[in-house]
């Protein structure tokens, strides 16, 4: 299972090979974005510097993401799906 917030930031920024350029990023580091800590990854957070990198991106080609993306809303926290 993929873990919000960043399985939509890479969604909204074309999928995690785009990522993967856009931030300099190797492809599994986009991928552990996604999972869990437990799993050796961010829990769902996206870094902030390359949240930067890919609102900048975004910004710049007209693309869908937005700041709010980056942070869960109570209707998409783990607690709110069950």
Same mark, same amino acid.
């Given at each position: 299972?993929?873990?919000? $917030?960043? %399985?939509?930031? +890479? *969604? =909204?920024?074309?999928?995690? /090979?785009?990522?993967? =350029? +856009?931030?300099? %990023?190797?492809?599994? %580091?986009?991928? #552990?974005?996604?999972?869990? #800590? *437990? #799993?050796?990854?961010?829990?769902? &957070?996206? $870094?902030?510097? *390359?949240? %930067? =990198?890919?609102? /900048?991106?975004?910004?710049?080609?007209?693309?869908?993401?937005?700041?709010? /993306?980056?942070?869960?809303?109570?209707?998409? &926290? $783990? *607690?709110?799906?069950?």
């Amino acid at each position: 299972m993929h873990l919000e $917030p960043a %399985r939509t930031v +890479i *969604e =909204k920024s074309g999928g995690v /090979d785009a990522v993967s =350029k +856009i931030t300099g %990023r190797s492809v599994s %580091r986009v991928y #552990r974005w996604m999972y869990s #800590r *437990e #799993r050796g990854g961010t829990g769902g &957070a996206v $870094p902030h510097g *390359e949240a %930067r =990198k890919l609102l /900048d991106h975004a910004v710049a080609t007209g693309g869908a993401l937005t700041a709010a /993306d980056f942070f869960l809303t109570s209707a998409s &926290a $783990p *607690e709110a799906a069950a």
